[in-house]
Structure formats: C-alpha cells, structure tokens
Nanobody, 120 residues
C-alpha cells in the first residue's frame, strides 16, 4: 500500500518562500518518478514539477526559475522549494507517485494535498 503525506503548506506573503515535503510509505520509492501538482479554486489540476527516479527534474513554465524539486530516496521524501511566491501560486498542492521511473503522467498515487496561500 502506498501512502503519500504532504506537509509544509501555509500562508506566506508575496515574494516569500515555502518548502513542501511529501513522505511516502510503501516499497520501491526509489524506482518511481514523483511529482507535485496544484489546483486552484475553479481551475483544473496542473503539473508543477516532476522528478525521475534518477533525479532529473522537469518544471512547468510558471515554476521554472522559482521552484526546485528534489528527492531523498533514503527518506522516501520528495520536496518542493518554492521561492518568489506570487498570489497566483495560491492553490492546494498535491504530491503524486508515478507508475514509471520517468513519468507521473498516467495513473499513480496521490497525497491528500496541502494548502498554499500567498497573500499580503
């Protein structure tokens, strides 16, 4: 059984930073790609960043240069460092484990989400 638990969300002012963490349970964490998605009110869920089992990251255009995804296979954790946050980054952020070593696009497992609010 795979469980994903996110933490680190909260309220931050524009220009601030947050670091999200997602701890996974279950075997073979190091074999799968991991990702962070977000969903703002009234909008579809969108991919923020993903990282392959080998540690190669990929970012959405809006995240490039501001966000950084990393993973610690020993701790079964994936992190998302978010800098220079903007009000439009406000959303529920979800962690996802993919079903292949290189992609989180199809299937997989979701965490319960953590709220990020960027507001003065």
């Amino acid at each position: 059984q795979v469980h994903l638990v996110e933490s680190g969300g909260g309220l931050v002012q524009p220009g601030g930073s947050l670091r999200l963490s997602c701890r996974a349970s279950g075997p073979f964490f190091d074999l799968y790609a991991m990702g962070w998605y977000r969903q703002a009110p009234g909008k579809e869920r969108e991919l923020v960043a993903s990282i392959t089992s080998a540690g190669d990251p990929k970012y959405a255009d809006f995240a490039q240069g501001r966000f950084s995804i990393s993973r610690d296979n020993r701790e079964k954790t994936v992190m998302l460092q978010m800098n220079t946050l903007k009000p439009e980054d406000t959303a529920v952020y979800y962690c996802k484990r993919g079903t292949t070593y290189y992609s989180v696009d199809r299937g997989g497992y979701w965490g319960q989400g953590t709220q990020v609010t960027v507001s003065p």
